[in-house]
């Protein structure tokens, strides 16, 4: 009744006495209604946070025992014989034998 009253005074001569009741009823369902949905969607909302509280529970648990890859020693390696790379046939630019890497 007070939104309903306000709504007359505030506007006078737009609205009836009937019509500014009416009006003041659809609101106060409105706000119910965005409520029972606010409400419902923090419900939501706190259901997705626990649900990826215990994704990321999971994920750091499965990175717990993480080592960064190691190369192998084969790779690393340096017992070659260097002819395997300055071999007499190999030239360089202008007929140089060093080869350049």
């Known amino acids: 009744m007070r939104t309903a009253h306000s709504l007359y005074n505030k506007t006078i001569g737009k609205y009836t006495w009937a019509e500014a009741l009416k009006k003041s009823w659809k609101m106060a369902k409105f706000d119910v209604m965005v409520a029972s949905q606010r409400k419902a969607m923090e419900e939501a909302r706190k ?6 509280t215990v994704e990321r529970a999971k994920r750091a648990e499965s990175f717990k025992n993480w080592e960064p890859a190691k ?8 017992s070659i ?6 071999s007499p046939n190999s030239k ?5 034998h060093y080869v350049g890497d």
Do not use: I
């Not at 259901?47 to 990826?52: G, H, V």
């Not at 360089?92 to 140089?96: I, N, Q």
């Open 92 to 96: 360089g630019r202008f007929g140089s």
């Open 81 to 86: 014989p260097q002819s395997a790379f300055y």
């Open 47 to 52: 259901k997705d946070e626990a649900r990826q």
């Open 71 to 78: 190369p192998s020693v084969a790779y690393n390696d340096l």
